[in-house]
């Protein structure tokens, strides 16, 4: 195992600690519960998300104006715990009410479930949206249902432009759950992860294979075949995305290609121009876009390809500033 790491036992601390330290401007960290919170928490709708590390910038990096005001980040792959999420919970309560975003795995469901419980016992309202967005399997190694995987991120950005903008607890409940609505995924991966306290890669995959349909944490998916050219990994992903959601001719959308941590722009951006080319040929209008490694599997090699559906109201939030250490724009 090479790592940029001095143990595995200290890695998530040492990291929120270069966090704290490289984005003063933008969130702080807190420790014991360890919780990233934006550095002007606003008087509005909070938005709290998390899971394990291993998938940055996902959650901490989407920290900040327009997007979420607090993160809880789990050991590597693993829940957070519901102290964490209640107290970040509270950290960014300001008498509007919090919405919890949390991606569709077993340990996540049941921990902000019982953080939010604790939090409504000392008064604070707290709404909740699952994400379940990846059209791979059905069920999966931590999961009940679609996993959630890339979607996260265009809520979070979505559902936090809302708030931004002063939309009520249930409106920005309902903005995200549109989005989860209305957005599907699957990914794919070249080679596998190493935890660094398991220290061996997460799985076997030879040389010749790829997995088509992984999770985001190395959890087997559809089927495993052997490497193909990026044109056709391409439809083997983006195929299952427009079937399962019901796409007319016409619509707008969002292309979403990305990273699992390994995969340099490079290869994502030959990856995107056959996943427009797909997309317009479906009859599919791509009027927005986002490539790069913004949910990610540690050094795992592969992406993912995001379609979300567009309507005004969403565009206009995608457009709407915001200012994280992962995302810009608009300001």
Same mark, same amino acid.
């Given at each position: ?27 702080? /960290? ?71 975003? /949390? ?229």
């Amino acid at each position: 195992m090479k790592k940029l790491i001095n143990s595995p036992e200290n890695v998530v601390a040492e990291a929120l600690q270069g966090m704290a330290l490289a984005h003063a401007d933008l969130l702080k /960290v807190h420790v014991d519960p360890n919780y990233i919170v934006r550095a002007d928490v606003q008087k509005k709708v909070g938005l709290v998300s998390g899971g394990g590390s291993g998938h940055e910038p996902l959650h901490g990096g989407f920290v900040g104006l327009g997007m979420l005001d607090a993160a809880c980040p789990g050991a590597v792959f693993t829940s957070p715990t519901p102290d964490q999420i209640e107290a970040a919970t509270k950290a960014v309560d300001a008498g509007q009410g919090v919405l919890h975003i /949390v991606k569709n795995y077993t340990g996540d469901v049941m921990n902000f479930q019982l953080a939010a419980e604790l939090a409504q016992a000392d008064g604070v309202k707290v709404e909740s949206v699952v994400i379940d967005d990846d059209v791979a399997v059905k069920d999966s190694t931590w999961t009940a249902g679609r996993r959630g995987v890339a979607t996260t991120v265009l809520a979070e950005k979505i559902a936090g432009a809302a708030a931004e903008a002063g939309a009520s607890l249930i409106e920005t409940r309902d903005v995200c759950r549109k989005v989860n609505s209305l957005g599907r995924s699957m990914g794919v991966a070249l080679t596998s992860c190493t935890v660094p306290h398991a220290g061996k890669p997460t799985f076997d995959l030879p040389e010749d294979e790829i997995e088509l349909g992984v999770g985001i944490h190395g959890e087997p998916g559809r089927e495993r075949i052997k490497l193909r050219p990026a044109d056709e990994i391409a439809e083997l992903l983006l195929r299952p995305v427009i079937d399962d959601l019901p796409y007319k001719r016409g619509d707008e959308v969002l292309l979403f290609v990305n990273g699992l941590g390994g995969t340099p722009l490079i290869e994502l951006y030959v990856l995107y121009r056959k996943a427009a080319e797909i997309a317009e040929a479906a009859g599919l209008k791509v009027t927005r876009r986002l490539v790069g490694n913004y949910i990610t599997s540690l050094e795992m090699a592969g992406a993912s390809i995001t379609l979300l559906k567009l309507d005004p109201q969403l565009t206009k939030l995608w457009d709407a500033p915001v200012k994280t250490a992962a995302l810009c724009w608009g300001i």
